[in-house]
């Protein structure tokens, strides 16, 4: 540990132009796993609360309309029905809209049909009880439109996975690049101690001893450069969210309500430490005149 410190006090500057590197990188990493993060999260909460909505005709009576609740009600796999009146779906609108829902209360009389939201029971009977509703129940008098959430997950989870597939290969192509840059930079620092890296090896210095300074400083690189990401994407999130008004635009809440879950924030661990440590095994690995040290 004391040779990996004075490796990295010997080339500060060479250092820090790694780190620095490594940081910008996974803070960009961070950022698009924050949104994943998060969209998963959604995805997660919409499949264990699969619901329909019915939106009803504005002169439907009040008779059609609990006839229809009733009808609901008695199919297998409903939990519960809700009727929602055109006062409490402008309530709902205006605490999902924000500001935006300014635009509507400029109007003078409220635009937003009644319902009723059908919950279903969580699991995979849901997606077949949903279907049916939605095609027994669309052309039914009364009813204006009816909306199934499964739809809209159907949507998002192609994208999710169209984004994790792009994403991946992206992300390994930049990585690749990084370790290059990294492993280019580290050179230089090692080159530095040429001359006492080969009296050294001809005093009896293994090859193991005089790589190992090097490596365990790649992995304290790794360590400081993951940690200074995580803690900019939380800065970035948080900044982010007090911009948009404490979380209140939908966009914002749907990309960034949460923080980095445990699971990215390892693998965001495991890249930089992976990234760091590789870019050092190489710069010891191929300097020039120095290939003595790579065993």
């Known amino acids: 540990?004391?040779?990996?410190?004075?490796?990295?006090?010997?080339?500060?500057?060479?250092?820090?132009?790694?780190?620095?590197?490594?940081?910008?990188?996974?803070?960009?990493?961070?950022?698009?796993?924050?949104?994943?993060?998060?969209?998963?999260?959604?995805?997660?909460?919409?499949?264990?609360?699969?619901?329909?909505?019915?939106?009803?005709e504005d002169d439907v009576s009040e008779d059609r309309r609990e006839a229809l609740r009733r009808e609901l009600s008695s199919i297998e796999?409903?939990?519960?029905?809700?009727?929602?009146?055109?006062?409490?779906?402008?309530?709902?609108y205006q605490d999902w809209a924000g500001e935006m829902a300014l635009l509507v209360d400029a109007l003078e009389n409220n635009p937003l049909p009644e319902s009723l939201e059908v919950f279903l029971s969580p699991g995979l009977v849901a997606e077949t009880v949903g279907s049916r509703i939605y095609v027994e129940f669309s052309n039914k008098e009364g009813v204006e439109q009816v909306r199934f959430d499964r739809e809209l997950l159907g949507r998002i989870e192609a994208l999710l996975n169209m984004a994790r597939v792009g994403g991946g290969g992206l992300g390994l192509l930049i990585l690749g690049a990084v370790i290059f840059v990294m492993a280019s930079v580290l050179r230089l620092a090692v080159y530095a101690r040429r001359d006492e890296i080969e009296i050294m090896l001809l005093v009896g210095a293994t090859p193991s001893f005089v790589r190992g300074p090097f490596l365990v400083a790649g992995v304290a690189q790794?360590?400081?450069?993951?940690?200074?990401?995580?803690?900019?994407?939380?800065?970035?999130?948080?900044?982010?969210?007090?911009?948009?008004?404490g979380g209140s635009v939908a966009l914002f809440d749907l990309l960034l309500a949460?923080?980095?879950?445990?699971?990215?924030?390892?693998?965001?661990?495991?890249?930089?430490?992976?990234?760091?440590?590789?870019?050092?095994?190489?710069?010891?690995?191929?300097?020039?005149?120095?290939?003595?040290?790579?065993?």
């Open 258 to 295: 949460h923080a980095l879950s445990g699971r990215f924030v390892f693998a965001l661990i495991a890249v930089g430490l992976t990234v760091s440590c590789t870019a050092a095994w190489f710069a010891v690995r191929h300097s020039q005149g120095l290939r003595k040290i790579a065993g």
């Open 222 to 245: 790794g360590l400081i450069s993951s940690f200074t990401a995580l803690g900019l994407v939380e800065a970035a999130r948080r900044a982010a969210l007090g911009y948009s008004g």
């Open 1 to 56: 540990m004391g040779d990996a410190w004075e490796e990295l006090r010997h080339s500060p500057g060479v250092n820090l132009l790694a780190v620095g590197t490594l940081i910008a990188v996974l803070f960009g990493i961070g950022l698009v796993a924050l949104v994943l993060s998060n969209v998963e999260t959604f995805v997660s909460e919409l499949r264990n609360d699969m619901r329909i909505e019915l939106y009803l």
């Open 77 to 92: 796999g409903v939990t519960h029905v809700e009727h929602i009146d055109k006062q409490q779906a402008l309530t709902r």
